[in-house]
């Protein structure tokens, strides 16, 4: 079945720095991929998806970008913020997510430091 | 639109012990997945119900189970439960439509003595 890896676990950033995000999948049919962002306590929320026929996805601060040949996707967060400060789970799926089996990376905890 | 709920919030039992939690999805919204999350484990998909049938599953002992209801309100059972079923229970509901986002709900915390 398909595997995501997620790196670095843990990430510490000033304020107003970027945050890079790195995760490979194994299978190669996987071909939706959400990033979750979990604040402390609360519930997972979607921050940013793309389908595997685009190679990048922009939304303000947040761009993701996707690499089908060499399986891995990042999420880049520019001009960090304090709010920021989460963890940010990685996943993939098949036929686009519509069977709700989302496999997740195991996260990274993004500190943002003032 | 009232989003996803789940009940109850919080949950201690012992071990031997089974457990149902029960989340209300979106309303609209058919397919309702289940997942758990543990510090260790991260988020692990448990299994998903669409129109009142089990549509995937996940890499979980038998003791894991679920229905739907003709109201897509989903229940998630444990049976004989074990220490290390200890997690944050979260359900999510989506329209199960291509590139559509699954919505979460708050979670239950299972606490397992």
């Known amino acids: 079945g398909e595997n995501v890896e997620q790196h670095p676990s843990t990430l510490s950033v000033q304020e107003g720095d970027s945050a890079v995000i790195k995760c490979t999948y194994s299978?190669?049919?996987?071909?939706?991929f959400p990033w979750y962002k979990q604040e402390l306590g609360k519930r997972p929320q979607l921050i940013i998806d793309?389908?595997?026929?685009?190679g990048e996805k922009k939304d303000q601060r947040i761009a993701v970008t996707l690499n089908k040949t060499a399986k891995h996707f990042s999420l880049h967060i520019t001009e960090t913020q304090p709010e920021d400060s989460a963890v940010y789970f990685c996943?993939?799926?098949?036929?686009?997510?519509?069977?709700?089996?989302?496999?997740f990376g195991k996260g990274t905890k993004l500190s943002v430091k003032p | 639109k009232a989003g996803v709920t789940q009940t109850p919030r919080y949950l201690i039992k012992t071990r031997g012990q089974q457990v149902t939690l029960s989340c209300s999805p979106i309303?609209?919204?058919?397919?309702v997945s289940w997942y758990q999350q543990t510090p260790g484990q991260g988020l692990q998909f448990l299994f998903e119900?669409?129109?009142?049938?089990?549509?995937n599953k996940g890499n979980f002992p038998g003791r894991f189970s679920g229905r739907q209801f003709s109201n897509s309100r989903s229940e998630m059972n444990v049976s004989t439960l074990e220490l290390g079923d200890s997690a944050l229970y979260l359900c999510?509901?989506?329209?199960?439509?291509?590139?559509?986002?699954?919505?979460f709900g708050p979670g239950t915390r299972l606490t397992v003595l």
């Open positions: 999510a509901s989506s329209l199960r439509k291509s590139y559509n986002e699954q919505f």
């Open positions: 299978d190669s049919a996987s071909n939706y």
């Open positions: 793309i389908r595997s026929n685009v």
């Open positions: 996943a993939a799926s098949m036929k686009g997510g519509s069977q709700g089996n989302l496999i």
């Open positions: 309303s609209g919204h058919r397919s």
């Open positions: 119900y669409f129109s009142e049938t089990q549509r």
